[in-house]
């Protein structure tokens, strides 16, 4: 197998090793193709990008759960003969890490990236006072996340916004 074989080492691939049905090598790509397109508390949506147009061809998606250093794979799909690049990982657990994986066909190479889904929002956000210069909000937390980021708009007269002030809750 030569350097130019490996799709995911496009500069500088070093082989250090090389048996029957096996080697191990390193390199380095100009970016990283495979990207979080969106995340919500319950899903993920993960594209790839190869740099050409679009052909078909079979990509192996899989997605692990990471929980105390382990990875379990949650489950993995094959797409045969396809012209998508991307996918869509559901029913997934909030403010969680996971690691999707994609393998081209062919490609000897397995690019994967580590992420979090969003956590849930918060239940019953409620505006409970207010004067002229100060505001006071409530709202249960849900129950795995405690801390999130609030953003405070000022708006003029126009319904501008004068100023924006992000305050962290935890």
Known sequence: MSPTEVFACENGTLFFHQDKDFFLS???????PVELESR??????????????????SHTVTLYYVELGSFNALGTDTMINTTNDHY???ALN??????????????????????????????????????????????????????FLLTAFYLNGADKVTEEVALHKG
């Open 26 to 32: 390193i390199g380095h790509t100009k970016r990283l």
């Open 40 to 57: 919500s508390p319950s899903m993920l949506l993960v594209s790839w990008g190869e740099n050409r147009p679009a052909f078909s061809s």
């Open 88 to 90: 869509r990982f559901t």
């Open 94 to 147: 909030a403010c969680s890490a996971y690691v999707p994986c994609v393998e081209t066909e062919g490609t000897h190479s397995l690019i994967c990236i580590s992420t979090i889904t969003d956590p849930d929002i918060p239940n019953d956000f409620e505006v409970t006072s207010w004067n002229s210069r100060s505001i006071s909000l409530a709202w249960d937390c849900p129950a795995k996340f405690s801390f």
